[in-house]
Every structure is written in structure tokens, then in C-alpha cells.
């Protein structure tokens, strides 16, 4: 079985950052692809970042340039740095772990920007 659990949202400014960890245990390793999406109420989930077991990374249009998304290898948690948020980031954001074929998803972190 497979855990993964995000942490780090909360209240933030426009301009403002945040970072999301998200840790990923249980039958796990340090090959499985990780990455984002988020959701806002009445809409469909939406890709935000990737990253691959070598690191390997690749953004959605509206976070490029933004956004990083980078791992810890050693601890299996992958993390999104969100610089210069904007209100529209608004939404819940679930982490999720690529395990030998199967997806496996977090509970969500609440990202709120407002002022």
C-alpha cells in the first residue's frame, strides 16, 4: 500500500508564496514519477507539474515560470515552490505518486490567495 500525504497550504497575498510538500510512503521508491494537479468547486481537476525519478520536470501553462516542483529522493517527497501567486491559484491541490502502473493520491491542501 501506498500513502501520500501533502501539507504547507494556507492563507497568502497576491505576490505572495508558498510551498506544498508532499510525501509519498509505504511500497514506494525513489523511480516513481510525482507531480500536482488542482481543483477549484464545480471544475474538472487540472495538471499543474511533474517530475520525474531523474528529475525531469514539465509545467502547465499557467504556472511556468512560477512554480518549481523538485525532490528529495532520500525522503520520497517532492515539493512545489509557488512564487508570485495569484488569486486565480485559488483552488485545492493534490499531490500524486505514479507506483508501478497505478496512481495514487493525496487528501488535498487548501491554497487560498486573497488580500
Known amino acids: 500500500q501506498v500513502q501520500v500525504v501533502e501539507s504547507g497550504g494556507g492563507l497568502v497575498q497576491p505576490g505572495g508564496s508558498l510551498r506544498l510538500s508532499c510525501a509519498a510512503s509505504?511500497?514506494?521508491?525513489?523511480?516513481?514519477?510525482m507531480g500536482w494537479y488542482r481543483q477549484t468547486p464545480g471544475n474538472q481537476r487540472e495538471w499543474v507539474a511533474i517530475?520525474?525519478?531523474?528529475?525531469?520536470?514539465n509545467y502547465s501553462e499557467f504556472v511556468k515560470g512560477r512554480f518549481t516542483i523538485s525532490r528529495d529522493n532520500a525522503k520520497n517527497t517532492v515539493y512545489l515552490q509557488m512564487n508570485s501567486l495569484k488569486p486565480e491559484d485559488t483552488a485545492v491541490y493534490y499531490c500524486?505518486?505514479?507506483?508501478?502502473?497505478?496512481?495514487?493520491w493525496g487528501q488535498g491542501t487548501q491554497v487560498t490567495v486573497s488580500s
Open positions: 500524486y505518486a505514479d507506483v508501478r502502473s497505478w496512481r495514487y
Open positions: 509505504g511500497s514506494t521508491d525513489s523511480n516513481d514519477t
Open positions: 517530475i520525474t525519478s531523474s528529475s525531469i520536470t
